[in-house]
T-cell receptor, first 113, second 112 residues
Framework: GEDVEQSLFLSVREGDSSVINCTYT??????LYWYKQEPGAGLQLLTY?????DMKQDQRLTVLLNKKDKHLSLRIADTQTGDSAIYFC?????????????FGRGTSLIVHP | DTGVSQDPRHKITKRGQNVTFRCDPI?????LYWYRQTLGQGPEFLTY????????KSRLLSDRFSAERPKGSFSTLEIQRTEQGDSAMYLC??????????FGSGTRLTVV
């Protein structure tokens, strides 16, 4: 199976909270990331979390990590139409001294008024 | 610093032609990565440089693909004898530490 799995779509109403979920397979994952991609653009790093943390908050974004279940989530509070994009979960682990991020397929977030 | 720059933004080429893409990382970043992204998929790792040394190569990187990073600054990715299956967005990223990668806007390749 895939190393990093995400649901493909999420639709929310403007002003509600969005929660995007991700599961990964490798317990040695050291860094976990959330990236945002808007149409035709590259990836923008939103936040990352070290595997020894279980939560990280940055303004409207909250990342929760359940290492036992290998589950990562991204909560966006007060979701706006400008948050509509594809969100990628990624993980990296030491491989011969390198840390090569592995990405999921992305969750397309649609925010409607 | 203007972030990671990639050139060109778009490239249309005929099957069988060679193409070369360029990536200029953030100047103090010693780590540089190339990824390929196709429609509906996440980025797939191609290759990784630390300074000028190419340390990792994916099995996706067939012998038609070659990447260089002379002097540990900019990098080039060349595809020889392009095939329609090479059509994708090619993304470059750089970092100083093994986290916090900054991506460029990508080069979209269309092979006709």
């Amino acid at each position: 199976g895939e190393d990093v799995e995400q649901s493909l779509f999420l639709s929310v109403r403007e002003g509600d909270s969005s929660v995007i979920n991700c599961t990964y397979t490798d317990s040695s994952s050291t860094y976990l990331y959330w990236y945002k991609q808007e149409p035709g653009a590259g990836l923008q790093l939103l936040t990352y979390i070290f595997s020894n943390m279980d939560m990280k908050q940055d303004q409207r974004l909250t990342v929760l990590l359940n290492k036992k279940d290998k589950h990562l989530s991204l909560r966006i509070a007060d979701t706006q139409t400008g948050d509509s994009a594809i969100y990628f979960c990624a993980e990296s682990r030491p491989t011969g001294g390198s840390y090569i991020p592995t990405f999921g397929r992305g969750t397309s977030l649609i925010v409607h008024p | 610093d203007t972030g990671v720059s990639q050139d060109p933004r778009h490239k249309i080429t005929k099957r069988g032609q060679n193409v070369t893409f360029r990536c200029d990382p953030i100047s103090e970043h010693n780590r540089l990565y190339w990824y390929r992204q196709t429609l509906g998929q996440g980025p797939e790792f191609l290759t990784y440089f630390q300074n000028e040394a190419q340390l990792e190569k994916s099995r996706l990187l067939s012998d038609r693909f070659s990447a260089e990073r002379p002097k540990g600054s900019f990098s080039t990715l060349e595809i020889q004898r392009t095939e329609q299956g090479d059509s994708a967005m090619y993304l470059c990223a750089s970092s100083l530490a093994p986290y916090g990668y900054t991506f460029g806007s990508g080069t979209r390749l269309t092979v006709v």
